[in-house]
């Protein structure tokens, strides 16, 4: 299920297309506000929840049977290991949560960075309020009144795409980790004198001009001309790493 706020309206037939049922938020509820708007197409029992700016190589079915394999646990967080002090969580000598932002209940003996993956555990779902934080309001309250909030330790990168800069970051993470140079997808059409470096081309995209196309991703059915260097394209614009919108005429 996908929750969806901005843009909720495109998003729709896209997940149609596809079987996956849409949650829409014509307002915005917070990140707890949501799960429990949404709870009609959850139905009962525990829910992963995953922020969809997050990618990275996590296990979900090893997430969830870590969870399920301590029914006493409120939550399970997915947390990247840091030392002592830093990072969004602390963790005692168990793996329990004990620091969550400012918020202490324990002997801290490591930090982690929390990466917004998560599972929310059938209690904490039924108290969940209509507007509200999932870690403010649900997770900070529930962890000081001695709830179990256990982390899922993962040691894999993660990219947080929420800006351009990264989704291009992670895309060549990508690339990088497959020792890829470039990838191509099916019915690309590359003019002869283009090259590609630390690109990927969607479906049906078309590639002009000449000269290299550098660190770019270009989405399906797109047009971009040649040379280019740190953007996205999408059908009908260019988005530069610093989020300069512009758009590009129709073929």
């Known amino acids: 299920m996908v929750n969806a706020h901005h843009g909720r309206e495109k998003l729709q037939p896209f997940l149609e297309d596809r079987g996956v049922a849409m949650s829409a938020e014509p307002d915005l509820l917070g990140t707890a506000g949501g799960v429990a708007h949404a709870a ?7 829910v992963l929840i995953w922020n969809a700016d997050i990618f990275a190589s996590i296990d979900a079915s090893a997430l969830i049977a870590a969870h399920a394999g301590a029914p006493h646990r409120a939550a399970t967080l997915v947390v990247q290991p840091r030392e002592c002090g830093s990072g969004t969580v602390g963790l005692d000598a168990d793996g329990r949560i004990v620091r969550l932002r400012a918020e202490r209940v324990g002997k801290e003996t490591r930090g982690g960075e929390f990466l917004g993956v998560h599972v929310l555990g059938e209690p904490l779902r ?14 900070i309250p529930a962890m000081k009144s001695g709830a179990t909030l256990q982390a899922f330790e993962c040691g894999a990168p993660f990219f947080d795409i929420g800006t351009v800069a990264r989704y291009l970051e992670a ?8 020792g890829l140079p470039r990838w ?6 590359l003019a002869p004198g283009v090259t590609l470096e630390g690109t990927l081309v969607g479906e049906g995209a078309t590639v002009r001009g000449a000269g290299a196309l550098e660190r770019c991703v270009v989405w399906p059915g797109a047009s971009v001309e040649a040379p280019l260097a740190d953007a996205v394209v999408t059908p009908g614009h260019i988005v530069r790493a610093g989020a300069v919108l512009k758009h590009v005429a129709s073929p």
């Open 171 to 178: 895309n060549l993470a990508w690339l990088a980790s497959r």
């Open 126 to 139: 039924r108290g969940l309020p209509e507007r509200g934080c999932l870690v403010g309001d649900v997770y």
């Open 184 to 189: 191509v997808d099916r019915r690309v059409v």
């Open 40 to 46: 009609p197409l959850l139905g009962s029992g525990d």
